[in-house]
């Protein structure tokens, strides 16, 4: 093979290149090499699971970042707060996919060569195997070479005449081992693929709708809260359809552990958009809506406190703001309900006297003294602990503020300032020093929607499955050989008319192919009972 | 659904009774173990020198070859064979008691699971329960099929006895009904897989541990002199772990499977690198390495060994710290 020492052979650049590449790929394809990626993607994939990852909680990683100073900003450069998506990890895979391919090309002309293939000859000596057995049987050889050929049915088998009447039959079994081995790493490749092109066409979008048969449109990203688009999606290709939440039970053990969330919810979609069909569906946690290949799922669920305002010139406002739960167990929630004065049409004014309801709402109210807590998240006695604050809500400044909170920066300049501080239940009120009142009023509950879209999970289901089917045949099927030889008895044995050899070889674990052999010789060895 | 307070007491009982049982069936094998020695190295020198006269005398190998499976050569000192069948009787007793203690770990769970008129494995409890049991079932099927490592089952019940008690103390939490999010039919599937899969890779897991200790030995006698004499050869070891991971890895792969499909109907996605995802991910190519190191030359033996024990560090890593340090979506599973 050095062909370098060859006669006519130079080493010119294209060549030494060729050579390079040559070496390259056949490095990148050993066992060795794969094992070795292997390794390091089972390494790689570690930090994502130690540290917080961008994906699944950016505060978190920003908080961490934050906490670790140099370290934080170090891990950030590079990538560990995007592990999946990071150059690194990539590399690892893609090199590792390449290595498969690289061993599954060669392997697969391989297989189709040996599935044509005629078992091998048989050995001269039986003896020599892992597992032999003989003895003399007097029935003839023809029947022992009968008996062998309807015993190792399903065999792949092949017989030699040897001369001097000894003849034998070699059989071989578990091709499957080999075709699942190969179906697996296939169905590796294709679900790595089918996964990397949902990254691309996939989207997932989160928004709250108010359980009072308020309606959500997936009609664009605007319609969303927030919106995580593939790679090629830009918000033109959502699939049309409609959802409009009517209402929403959770069921609560005494203790207060949930049981059961459901939103009785219609949607409209394909057809029916047209034709204004609405269709109704009882959406649960494990039990998402799935339509026209989009998929909505209950994800959470809260309170909105209805606060009314009554001004000084005697005009109402009522606000129904979605407020968030701060405890999950408890679901007390915290928010802010924003009110713009009414009649005054000058901005400059209008901003000084803003108003904002700000602070915690419980289902289950608890008082410790003055301060507020929650008893359970059944809704009970619903109370809030509010702060009114009065001025500029920061709402014209042109930045985007949380539908939860005010703009703490405004208090801060002195724009807005507190003006009351009061715990209020059900139906109560407080009057504001210029005569506003602002009562509770009463309380709505909302539901969290996500919805989703990956065309190729479908797809990746599919491979998934294959690969586990795969994986089962390449590791339980054993692939084993067996071969059996007759020869006429010469005359020293007592009572034997034919002397059967059998010999046998598992050519992947041995274990456990020992039994299978033995009853196998048994049988051929005890002609004379069995036929008799 | 309300929960049955007697029955979960029943369970509680059962699940004490079970662990206290082990324990004495450790100190059992334990004996069988250390007394067992010195008739099992007796016996071994035996065969040898007696495998030695008949190679020399006779030449015929086949018959040589069958001399070293009989069990018990014949020409034994009468102490030798009295300190054997000593060593065997507590062995003997252990696995009675070791059947015993499995069929109370079994009713505790059982138990349990009528208590809450749900599948008993909602919470780390729970689950360390029936993973516990799984690797003791695992290794009554691998004493079955090799007998002769009977001894060795104190090395399976150390981590046994100890997950059952840090479950029954620091992991403990009365029975009670499940969350919304775990009630689905997936719970009995996928939590089933995970915990038949992890239960089975402990077994592998300590039989790759021991045969380290023996590879150690091995190539240098003086070290863990004591405790190897008591080992089986690295054969034996090799076998029993590549055996049973071979047959837990699939079932460990249908369960992540199943997990992932679970995860496309309750969270909206069926891969979001949940750090539990990662780490039974993580888990998954390890013992992936594990089966690719047995058929790769110069991986197999030793580093093939070193992989599988990782493999298993890496299952008990997902139990303990993702579920009680960091914060993902299956922390609800936890305390």
New interface residues.
Partial sequence: MTSEDGPGYRSTPPRRALALARNTWRGLTS??T??IL??L??VA??P???LP?R??NEPKVQQYISQHGWWGELLDQLGFFT??SSVWFSAIYLLLMVSLVGCLVPRSVEYLRSMRARPVLTPRNL?RLPHHAGGTVTSSADDVLAAARSRLRGWRKTEHDEGDGRRSISAEKGYLRETGNLIFHFAILALIIS?ALGKMYTY?GQVIVHADGSQFCNSGIYAYDSFQPGLRIDGTELTPFCVKVNHFTPTY?PLG?????TADIEYSSGADLTSGTWRPYQL?????LRTVGD?V?L?GHGFSPVFTVTFPNGETRTQTTQWQPVDPTTLLSSGATKFDPPGISDPEKRRNKQLAVTGLFAPTAAFSGKILTSAGPVLTQPAVAVDIMRGDLGLDSGRGQSIFSIDRSMVAKGALERVERENLRLGQSVTLDDGTKVRFDGVQRWVSL?V?H?PT?VW??GF??S??VG??LS??VKRRRVWVRVAPATGGEAGGRTVVEVGGLART?Q??YGDEFENTAADLLDQDTRSS | MPIDETLSRFSDWSYNTATLIYVVAMMFFAVEQSFGRVGRLRAERTAVRRRELVGASVGGSAEAAEGTDTPEPPSLTPSAKKSIARAARFGRMGVSLLVLGGLLHLSALVLRGLATSRVPWGNMYEYIMAVCLMAVITWLVVLRKYPSVRHLSVFVLLPVVILLFLGGTALYVTAAPVQPALQSYWLAIHVTAAIVASGMFLVPGVASMLYLVRDAHEANPARFAKLSGHLPGREVLDRISYRTTVLAFPIYTFGVLCGAIWAEAAWGRFWGWDPKETVAFVAWVVYACYLHARATAGWRGKPAAWVNVAGFAVIIFNLFFINLVTAGLHSYAGV
């Avoid at chain 1, 552990?257 to 969330?261: D, F, G, T, V």
């Avoid at chain 1, 649960?284 to 998402?288: H, K, R």
């Fill in positions: 066992m060795r794969a094992l292997l390794f993607l089972a994939a570690m994502g699971a130690m990852q994906s699944l592990v999946y003896a996964f997932e053990t552990q949930p049981l059961r969330y649960e946690v494990n039990e998402p998929r799922y994800l996500q989703s990956d999970q990746v289901l998934a499955v690969m586990l994986l089962v590791l339980l674990d274990a456990g």
